[in-house]
Every structure is written in structure tokens, then in C-alpha cells.
């Protein structure tokens, strides 16, 4: 079956995001406006006689990269073919770019066939209550302290093309705690963001030169966070699986991140927590 496949619009992406929710991926409250912001075209919506049954991310990201997620079909149109007809749609949009993704581990193999390799693990960890964790450094600052150019600059050290326009809308949209940690002579070394979900609270992005300001951000950011919280965090930094530990949170989730064409070159020992395996 070969579904009508079209360019979800703003109001719809409350649907796709309830879509999510039943699939477990637990979505932020206001995440509708800022994931939109970060590539208006890149949300594909399939449809069967005008009824919406599937959806796709496949964003561009820059010239040069594109990410896809966001790939639901609805349960009970699953095995007609209408899920390999979105991923290619998606794939074609980001025809001539390295693509990412965070996939489950039982659909690496799959995603494998199609030219993706993995690059490394992404693993959620949750808690209740997190704990405070020591080795803290730097003071703590309301994100909007700080010129929006130079927390983008940080985000660009952990991310493969400028993303302003979602940073902007990740930041104010409401509901979302956004810190920034400086150090002792006033230089912005790190930011992070919490944001309410449909259960509990997330953190992330959390992003620090080095893991006294990611310990600080992160004590900020969960000490009063509505529980349970979660963070998730690319396995080859060793500081940040250990400042979750630190803090009393266990692994309850993992994704792989792969990509088709070489991997971009990011400051992974710079990421203490990833934005949504959504986007990237």
C-alpha cells in the first residue's frame, strides 16, 4: 500500500507527538513548536484515504547533514508497506547529506542493511529524585543572562550544523528551565535545559567544556525537578555516565546512534545530556 505522503503542518504536530506518547517515548509538553522550528518542511505525514496513519523526521541540518526520527506507524497499519514508504520519502529528502539517526538496538541490523554504521550508544537514565552530586563548579545563571551567540557557539562544539531556530524556541518555550554555568571570570562554559513531560521531567540539552560545570548545571537543573527525571547521554563519555551514577540514576533505555556517510565530528566529552533522540 503506497500512502499519500505530505509535509505534516504546524497544528498537526500535537498528533504526531501524541503518537510518540503511546509509543513510550514520553514527548515534553511544549516540544510541538520547537521541534517544528527545527526544520519546518522535515516532518512527513502519510496518509491512507486522508486519514494520517504514519510520520517521519527526516531534517535537514545544515547543507551537509540531515537527521531521521520521529518514524511511526500506527499499529494497526503496520505491515502494508507504508513504513518503508516513508523511510524512503525521508531518505530522498535528505538525499546527498550524512545522515543520523537513533534507533533502538533490535532495528540496528535493519538500519545496517539500509548503509547506516553505529557511531555509539545513547543511553537513558532516570530517577526519581536524583541526588545532588559533588564536584560542582562554576555559578549557575538564568540562559537568558547570557548573549544567545554564545550559547550557540556551545552547541555548535556538540552539534554538526547551527540549529538556532530550535534552540530559540528549546529555550523560551514555556515551561523549559534554561541555566547556563559561568566560570570564575564571568565566561559562559556550559548550558542545559529541563523541560516537563507527559511524565516527569527531562534534562537535556546539558552541555559543558568539562564535568565540574556539567555537575553544577545538572544540580541546578534536577534539584527540584518534578520526577521521575531523566537524562540521556552518549555512552563514550565516561564523565557523564558517571556524574548519572553520582546522582543515584539508572539506565532504563538505549538507543544506537548510526549514521549513513561518515560521522560528524563532535565534542562528545561535551555532551552530558542529548537535546531528544528525536532530532539528534
Known sequence: MTPAIRVARPEEMGLLLDWAAEEGWNPGLADAAAFHAADPGGFLLGEVAGEPVACIAALRQGARHGFIGFYIV???????????????????????????????????????????????????????????????????????????????????????????????????????????????????????????????????????AAAPF??????????????????????????????AREAGMAPVFETARMYAGPAPRLAVGEIFGVASFELG
Request: aromatic share 8%.
Open 214 to 243: 556539567a555537575r553544577a548545571l545538572f544540580n541546578a537543573l534536577a534539584g527540584d525537578a518534578p520526577g521521575p527525571v531523566f537524562l540521556d547521554l552518549p555512552e563514550p563519555n565516561a564523565a557523564a555516565v558517571a556524574l
Open 74 to 208: 500506527r499499529p494497526e497499519w503496520r505491515g502494508r508497506g507504508i513504513g518503508i514508504a516513508l523511510w524512503r520519502a525521508g531518505m530522498e529528502r535528505l538525499a546527498g547529506r550524512v545522515v543520523g539517526l537513533d534507533g533502538v538496538v533490535a532495528q540496528q541490523a535493519n538500519y545496517a542493511r539500509s548503509g547506516f554504521a553505529l557511531a555509539w550508544r545513547n543511553v537513558r537514565y532516570a530517577a526519581g529524585a536524583p541526588r545532588a552530586v559533588p564536584g560542582a563548579s562554576g555559578r549557575v545563571v538564568p540562559a537568558a543572562e547570557v548573549p544567545f551567540a554564545v550559547l550557540a557557539a556551545l552547541d555548535a562544539r556538540v552539534f554538526p550544523a547551527p540549529r538556532e531556530e530550535f534552540l530559540r524556541a528549546w529555550l523560551d518555550a514555556p515551561g523549559h528551565q534554561a541555566l547556563a554555568v559561568l566560570d570564575e571570570a564571568g565566561a559562559a562554559r556550559g548550558f542545559g535545559v529541563r523541560r516537563p513531560c507527559r511524565e516527569g521531567s527531562k534534562i537535556g540539552p546539558l552541555t559543558a
